[in-house]
């Protein structure tokens, strides 16, 4: 997805297709209500049904549902689950084993940046 200042439609920005008089049209939410484009607006967008936890850093929804992977994912991190649970604005469903959130919670991101020994060495 590229910033596109025709349309004003931007990296980051999400939007619904919906019918209108017949018609398909993206309906993007604005400031002042809803505005609505034609499909073939929108050449630099990516279209998806779910996203990564990753990915959705910095997005908001009403209703999030987070599948977290199986206990055996080195990724399954408490950060990773505080990320996902709070993109919801007003309701999450984590889809998870009860194995799975205990993991999350118990295991913290562990770096490895090495750069308290550059910066003190020898301490």
Known sequence: TRNDYLTGVFNGDTGLVVDVDGRPAVALPTATG??????????????????????????????????????????????LLYTAVTRGRHRVSVVATAEALRHAIAHPVARASGLGARLWPGS
């Open 34 to 79: 809803v505005r609505h484009l034609a499909p073939a607006q929108l050449a630099n967008v990516d279209t998806w049904w779910a996203m990564t936890i990753h990915k959705s850093q910095g997005s908001e929804f009403d209703h999030a549902v987070v599948a977290l992977p199986s206990v055996a994912s080195p990724i399954l991190t408490r950060e």
